[in-house]
T-cell receptor
Framework: DSGVTQTPKHLITATGQRVTLRCSPR?????VYWYQQSLDQGLQFLIQ???????AKGNILERFSAQQFPDLHSELNLSSLELGDSALYFC????????????FGDGTRLSIL | QQQVKQSPQSLIVQKGGISIINCAYE??????FPWYQQFPGKGPALLIAIRPDVSEKKEGRFTISFNKSAKQFSLHIMDSQPGDSATYFCAASTASGYSTLTFGKGTMLLVSP
């Protein structure tokens, strides 16, 4: 058990809809990372937050946004969903210092019908 | 542009054999190279990591070999066991990139009994 909790485990919705994925980091971790895993693109970094502030952005679409709350949990919001957004979305957390290990949750599987 | 290239895509090894997975990178600013293991339905779990100031790191049956001049690193799994059957990802990060990980595409390892 990594200590990172992601909810829900599965999400099925339709094109054009909006969903929110939630992540609770390991106790004591200040940094949260979001990754998307798909068969063709592999694991891709989306965005990182550190202690409530956005720290780094990767290949995140404008339709996607995230935030980290004062209790350090994070939410990833995906809107105007398209079929191609179907993927596994992982959250990872770390202490936030340089190259500290990232611990991954078990992901949310998003299926767009 | 794929910054971390991983091979092979899949690998079948007999129980007791040596599994070898290779990765090559392009960005010379990478300074941290972790390997992750992922079982179906689970998130990636950190296996072992290396920094470029050492050429080899061993933890139990798992060894990372690192060749800075060739910009390559590899994972060796000695005495491979059926329980090692999983997908393995190499990754890399830079200190200036706030430790966000760039992943290889993964290697599906099957250890036959």
């Amino acid at each position: 058990d990594s200590g990172v909790t992601q909810t829900p485990k599965h999400l099925i919705t339709a094109t054009g809809q909006r969903v929110t994925l939630r992540c609770s980091p390991r106790s004591g971790d200040l940094s949260v990372y979001w990754y998307q895993q798909s068969l063709d693109q592999g694991l891709q970094f989306l965005i990182q937050y550190y202690n409530g502030e956005e720290r780094a952005k990767g290949n995140i679409l404008e339709r996607f946004s995230a935030q980290q709350f004062p209790d350090l949990h994070s939410e990833l919001n995906l809107s105007s969903l398209e079929l191609g957004d179907s993927a596994l979305y992982f959250c990872a957390s770390s202490g936030g210092q340089r190259n500290q290990p990232q611990h991954f949750g078990d992901g949310t599987r998003l299926s767009i019908l | 542009q794929q910054q971390v290239k991983q091979s092979p895509q899949s690998l079948i090894v007999q129980k007791g054999g040596i599994s070898i997975i290779n990765c090559a990178y392009e960005n010379t600013a990478f300074d941290y190279f972790p390997w992750y293991q992922q079982f179906p339905g689970k998130g990636p779990a950190l296996l072992i990591a290396i920094r470029p100031d050492v050429s080899e790191k061993k933890e139990g049956r798992f060894t990372i070999s690192f060749n800075k001049s060739a910009k390559q690193f590899s994972l060796h799994i000695m005495d491979s066991q059926p329980g090692d059957s999983a997908t393995y990802f190499c990754a890399a990060s830079t200190a200036s990139g706030y430790s966000t990980l760039t992943f290889g595409k993964g290697t599906m390892l099957l250890v036959s009994p």
